[in-house]
């Protein structure tokens, strides 16, 4: 276990997740304190921090310590914050965003390095978040399946039928028709920072394999997209208004559970540039 000088790190689960103590985002925080919370970002994999009581503009401010921030490809942010994209659903509403497993917007020819989620309403109970350790995937699987995994580069691409069902609702409140995006990237790739190996395909994104067809990718997406995401690879949070997740999107896939009909959930987002996958 890592020890931290300037915050506590307790994690929430084996596999991944840690809520962050001694963070307060509307402060305008030293150094050593942000390389620790970056630190733990890259050790745990998604990050927890509660009560967090900050305006849109001190959100902004305090992502802007860990990269450059960037505008989500498909809808607009807030009018007084552009990089917050509000991420909503009303009591009528069926479907949620994001709501099956996925890293997040795998179709840009460069993804983000992360994704930063602020509860601001939440429903009186579900509307929790699922995390999934890709690193753990990887490693699990046999010699013989990661040799065949080798050099096999994804095809990701935004008009995947599932994934459309749970913008819909929020593209038609816009008023937003958007255009199809597709990109290439490899099935296993190499996290920039910690060198490590992690699966990168997800259900959600990935159509077929590059130089397959998509009757013959099926067979061993599927065993991937089951795999990545057994009980043991995997941590649950459960949201309160103020709380925030910031999760790495190189090594971690999530799933905002749908189970809260009937009630609204308010969630602000930011997205942090990230690089080409290798």
């Not at 795998?106 to 890709?134: C, H, K, W």
């Not at 597709?182 to 590059?210: D, F």
């Not at 941590?235 to 749908?258: K, P, Q, V, Y």
Request: hydrophobic share 35%.
């Amino acid at each position: 276990m890592r020890n931290y000088r300037h915050i506590e790190v307790r994690p929430i689960a084996g596999a991944l997740g840690a809520e962050l103590y001694g963070v307060d985002m509307s402060c305008d925080l030293e150094d050593d304190v942000i390389a620790e919370v970056r630190q733990a970002f890259l050790d745990h994999l998604v990050i927890f921090l509660r009560d967090q009581k900050v305006t849109p503009q001190q959100n902004v401010a305090f992502a802007r310590r860990f990269g450059e921030l960037i505008k989500y490809p498909q809808l607009d942010g807030l009018p007084e914050a552009p990089f917050i994209t509000p991420v909503v659903k009303l009591e009528n509403e069926r479907h949620n965003f994001g709501g099956l497993w996925h890293s997040d917007t795998t179709y840009l020819e460069i993804p983000p390095m992360g994704s930063m989620l602020l509860a601001r309403e939440v429903p009186p109970y579900g509307g929790d978040t699922v995390f999934a350790n890709q690193y753990l995937a990887y490693e699990a699987l046999s010699d013989g399946l990661k040799a065949t995994l080798d050099g096999l580069i994804g095809v990701s691409s935004s008009t995947k039928a599932e994934v459309s069902k749970t913008r819909e609702d929020r593209l038609k409140a816009a008023g937003k028709e958007t255009k199809p995006l597709e990109a290439e990237h490899p099935i296993v790739r190499t996290h920039p920072e910690t060198g490590r190996k992690a699966l990168y395909t997800s259900s959600a994104h990935t159509s077929h394999i590059k130089g397959w067809t998509e009757r013959e990718s099926l067979a061993l997406l599927e065993f991937l997209w089951e795999h990545q995401v057994r009980p043991e690879f995997t941590c649950r949070f459960r949201w309160e208004t103020g709380s925030l997740a910031f999760w790495d999107n190189r090594c971690a896939m999530h799933n905002a559970i749908n189970d809260y009909h009937g009630h609204r959930r308010v969630m602000h987002r930011i997205t942090l540039a990230g690089d080409k996958p290798r």
